[in-house]
């Protein structure tokens, strides 16, 4: 294992501690809250898989044989988290007259299509819900007789029968946000959906026989049933977003307790990313209007800004989200690329990382401490400007780099950041065209038609560097 002791913090004791597999022959075994896929990602939820992603990333480097799951939500997920409201997927499909089958096919794909843009890695297994629904039932089957009862609307789960509950949330009170009570028969507020019934008067796309009648279960259900299956209980680290801490994770763990009849909760280490924000406030879908991150490609910007742009803040951390702040991560990993491409120019034969020893225990000391992301990016600039190594010496070292960040400085071009925005009025061939134009003027010292071409290539989204072996590189439109 890689140098420093890994300490990360552990939503279910609000603190920082050491942390070492349960079981080291099985490795690190991770399970990941994925996307309910009833419409496209936006880059708030997208900051949750960058996070787990630097997890499994230092993980891997420091040693660790790694087993990540990560789900993948077709069924059961409410409009609200508490009970309430639609399914998210049944609801998407009656809007757009389509198949849920299709909904859940398109935006799966569409998801891992971010994950590749954003150089996120595979989990070990991708994990569908509407998979394994016979395993659902099997689970509630069994935690039924002592936890849960049935109402009109389906079985719940009895939240006074295990100890401790909510404990994940802080002690949240019943005045709690989403503590409400929408669902009529519930014993408690926060009692939570096991399986829902189909109403009489209803027809679903998705739905099972129950020994609780037809119908689906509840979104809490599936990460309890498919963390176990795949990685046993307990597990050593369960990942989400902070919105997941409230009440998702906590029905999780009464689940978790109520199956195997004991007081733990299922994983060792409970983690949590902060929400990404912007100046009007949380990032929601709920408004029907948000950023994906193929509006940040459309606007000109090379997805990995946005995830350089995650990493300068401690995922633990709230991180404001603003046109000026992406571009000025754009900037940087320009910069970065540019500067590696620099060494590169100058670098001969292979480089040895020993040589920078220093700073590999640096970035280790870094992501050591709670993958302390914004530390270790000051400590890949003073290696890439070390002028004490030679070149090939700090190519080499930015390898360790690489693997923890995920940047890929080490093969990127400067070119490859240069992305279209899609309301471009123009196409690379005729940009080239009118800067050889434009160099046949300055030649022959008509400097007004020079003038005219890069004003002309301007107006169009594209910036003229002279010097610069580049030459040009669209301007993004974000505003």
Not at 442 to 457: P, T
Request: glycine content about 6%; some cysteine.
């Amino acid at each position: 294992m890689h140098g420093a002791p890994l300490t990360l913090h552990n939503s279910l004791t609000r603190s920082t501690q050491r942390f070492e597999p349960l079981d080291p022959a099985k490795g690190v075994r991770v399970y990941s809250c994925g996307p309910t896929v009833y419409n496209y990602a936006h880059i708030g939820n997208l900051r949750a898989y960058v996070f787990t992603d630097t997890l499994s990333r230092v993980l891997r480097w420091k040693g660790y044989p790694l087993t990540h799951v990560i789900n993948i939500t077709d069924v059961g997920h409410l409009t609200s988290d508490s009970d309430a409201g639609d399914d998210k997927m049944e609801a998407a499909a009656k809007a757009r007259a389509q198949s849920i089958w299709d909904i859940a096919a398109h935006y799966t794909q569409a998801f891992k299509r971010n994950l590749r843009d954003l150089n996120i890695d595979d989990p070990t297994r991708w994990s569908v819900a509407t998979d394994h629904i016979a395993e659902m039932i099997a689970f509630a089957e069994r935690i039924a007789p002592e936890h849960c009862y049935e109402i009109d609307s389906g079985l719940y789960f009895d939240s006074t029968t295990v100890p401790h509950y909510g404990a994940l949330a802080g002690g949240q009170d019943d005045a709690g946000e989403g503590r409400i009570d929408p669902v009529a028969g519930k014993r408690h507020p926060q009692d939570f959906a096991i399986w829902r019934k189909t109403p009489a008067s209803e027809s679903r796309q998705m739905e099972w026989n129950s020994p609780w009648g037809k119908g689906a279960p509840g979104w809490h259900l599936e990460c309890s049933v498919m963390s176990i299956r795949y990685l046993g209980a307990p597990f050593d680290i369960h990942t989400g977003g902070i919105d997941h801490r409230e009440i998702h994770h906590p029905n999780e763990i009464a689940q978790n307790q109520a199956y195997c009849g004991c007081a733990d909760s299922g994983a060792a280490f409970w983690m949590h990313n902060n929400f990404l924000v912007e100046r009007s406030g949380k990032m929601s879908k709920s408004k029907g209007d948000f950023t994906t991150l193929q509006t940040l490609i459309d606007g000109g910007v090379h997805p990995l800004a946005y995830r350089l742009m995650c990493l300068s803040a401690q995922y633990r951390s709230e991180l404001e989200f603003s046109p000026d702040n992406l571009l000025a991560a754009l900037t940087r990993l320009k910069r970065l690329v540019m500067t590696v491409a620099a060494l590169r120019s100058r670098a001969s034969g292979d480089g040895d990382a020993a040589k920078a020893a220093a700073y590999r225990e640096r970035l280790d000391a870094a992501v050591s401490d709670d993958l302390n992301t914004p530390r270790a990016l000051p400590v890949l600039d003073e290696l890439l400007a070390d002028k004490k190594l030679t070149p090939a010496d700090r190519l080499a070292a930015l390898a360790d780099f690489d693997a923890v960040l995920g940047l890929s400085l080490a093969t990127l071009d400067r070119a490859d950041l240069r992305v279209r925005p899609a309301d471009a009025t123009i196409d690379a061939a005729t940009i080239e065209s009118r800067l050889a134009d434009r160099k046949e003027a300055r030649a022959a010292k008509d400097f007004a038609a020079s003038d005219a071409i890069r004003d002309e290539l301007m107006a169009a989204g594209v910036e003229v560097m002279d010097g610069d072996p580049l030459g040009w590189d669209w301007r993004p439109t974000l505003t």
